[in-house]
């Protein structure tokens, strides 16, 4: 099990960039797989970007090429740059971990969660 806290939210214009970082408690952070997910209001949460343990990555296609997903195991922390923000990128924005490999975007394939920090993108 880890804790994960999230930070780097905010407000922003479209077109404008913003970088979130998670932090994770925990001495087997590097094992895990860690992912990034969107919960815009009415909507169901999304999956966007997932990491593995050997750095092979994944996203979803509407952020394709403007996202992109790292981590350093040395700080137990992962990222997500945010380039050419849209204001259909505005939503609560979650870290979560799980411990097997894969690269999955569901939800339920994620065992811990952090509480989400904001991102909202003025047009």
């Known amino acids: 099990q880890v804790q994960l806290v999230e930070s780097g939210g905010g407000l922003v214009q479209a077109g404008g960039s913003l970088r979130l970082s998670c932090v994770a408690s925990?001495?087997?952070?590097?094992?895990?797989?860690m992912g990034w997910f969107r919960q815009a209001p009415g909507k169901e949460r999304e999956g966007v970007a997932a990491i593995n343990r050997i750095t092979t990555t994944a996203y979803a296609d509407s952020v394709k090429g403007r996202f992109t997903i790292s981590r350093d195991n040395a700080k137990n922390t992962v990222y997500l740059q945010m380039n050419s923000l849209k204001p259909e990128d505005t939503a609560v924005y979650y870290c979560?971990?799980?411990?097997?490999?894969?690269?999955?975007?569901?939800?339920?394939?994620?065992?811990?969660w952090g509480q989400g920090t904001q991102v909202t993108v003025s047009s």
């Open positions: 925990g001495r087997t952070f590097s094992t895990y797989t």
């Open positions: 979560a971990a799980r411990p097997l490999a894969g690269l999955k975007f569901g939800p339920d394939e994620y065992t811990d």
